[in-house]
């Protein structure tokens, strides 16, 4: 079943001569349960498209269809709670709060939608990512992979349509790197959660279902 639609996306930043073509005209489909890669060099477009499939940013022209809903007819405070709710979202530098112990940052997305923390939702979670005995602990008092960990629990714990992976391993030593993979693909299968992933890796891309290769702006193969 199609969870994700992405029609002729381009995106244009700046006119005359400065203007820059950052997406020129993207299309492809991603099917439920399915763990994609996205690969390209650095300024290939790849987080940009990453950025837009999730809201974080609007296109120029085209269309993003999560689960049926075409996101940019949303106004910005819907677009906002829509992400909250249905985009995981991962980053190169883990963003986590530093005040917030584990247990805290992976819960904080429900907290602010005002939803109840479920203890044993949460005791699952640490399981799943190897944190169980971290759970008090500070981001400055955890490893790399482990604050990557905590961060891919805060995208996983509301159960989001879609996961979006921004070069999640960037910023980790090659083991960390291994067990952060690792993981993705177990919540891809355990969870038959929906994973786009970024990285100009081409060894971790070949942990997904499918890599989409893009080049100035444009998909140049899929496979």
Same mark, same amino acid.
């Given at each position: 079943?199609?969870?994700? #639609?992405? +029609?002729? *996306?381009?995106?244009?930043?700046?006119?005359?001569?400065?203007?820059?073509?950052?997406?020129?005209?993207?299309?492809?489909?991603?099917?439920?349960?399915?763990?994609?890669?996205?690969?390209?060099?650095?300024?290939?477009?790849?987080?940009?498209?990453?950025?837009?499939?999730?809201?974080?940013?609007?296109?120029?022209?085209? &269309?993003?269809?999560?689960?049926?809903?075409?996101?940019?007819?949303?106004?910005?405070?819907?677009?906002?709670?829509? #992400?909250?709710?249905?985009?995981?979202?991962?980053?190169?530098?883990?963003?986590?709060?530093?005040?917030?112990?584990?247990? +805290?940052?992976?819960?904080?997305? *429900?907290?602010?939608?005002? #939803?109840?923390?479920?203890?044993?939702?949460?005791?699952?979670?640490?399981?799943?990512?190897? *944190?169980?005995?971290?759970?008090?602990?500070?981001?400055?008092? *955890?490893?790399?992979?482990?604050?990557?960990?905590?961060?891919?629990?805060?995208?996983?714990?509301?159960?989001?349509?879609?996961?979006?992976?921004?070069?999640?391993?960037?910023?980790?030593?090659?083991?960390?790197?291994?067990?952060?993979?690792?993981?993705?693909?177990?919540?891809?299968?355990?969870?038959?959660?929906?994973?786009?992933?970024?990285?100009?890796?081409?060894?971790?891309? &070949?942990?997904?279902?499918?890599?989409?290769?893009?080049?100035?702006?444009?998909?140049?193969?899929?496979?």
């Amino acid at each position: 079943m199609e969870i994700l #639609r992405v +029609e002729n *996306l381009t995106k244009i930043y700046g006119k005359g001569s400065t203007k820059v073509v950052a997406l020129n005209n993207v299309s492809f489909s991603v099917n439920k349960g399915e763990f994609v890669a996205i690969v390209g060099a650095s300024g290939s477009g790849k987080s940009t498209l990453l950025h837009l499939i999730g809201g974080v940013d609007r296109p120029t022209s085209g &269309k993003v269809y999560i689960d049926n809903q075409d996101i940019f007819n949303f106004n910005d405070d819907k677009l906002a709670i829509f #992400r909250r709710r249905q985009v995981g979202l991962i980053y190169q530098f883990y963003n986590l709060i530093p005040i917030l112990n584990v247990e +805290e940052n992976i819960t904080l997305p *429900l907290v602010l939608d005002n #939803r109840e923390v479920n203890n044993q939702d949460i005791n699952d979670m640490l399981n799943l990512l190897g *944190l169980e005995d971290r759970r008090n602990h500070l981001p400055n008092e *955890l490893s790399g992979g482990q604050q990557q960990r905590t961060s891919i629990g805060r995208a996983l714990i509301t159960n989001p349509t879609i996961i979006l992976a921004d070069e999640p391993t960037g910023n980790l030593d090659s083991k960390s790197s291994d067990e952060i993979v690792a993981l993705l693909k177990k919540s891809n299968k355990q969870l038959k959660q929906t994973i786009i992933m970024i990285t100009h890796n081409m060894e971790i891309a &070949k942990c997904a279902d499918r890599i989409i290769h893009i080049e100035d702006g444009r998909i140049v193969e899929e496979a």
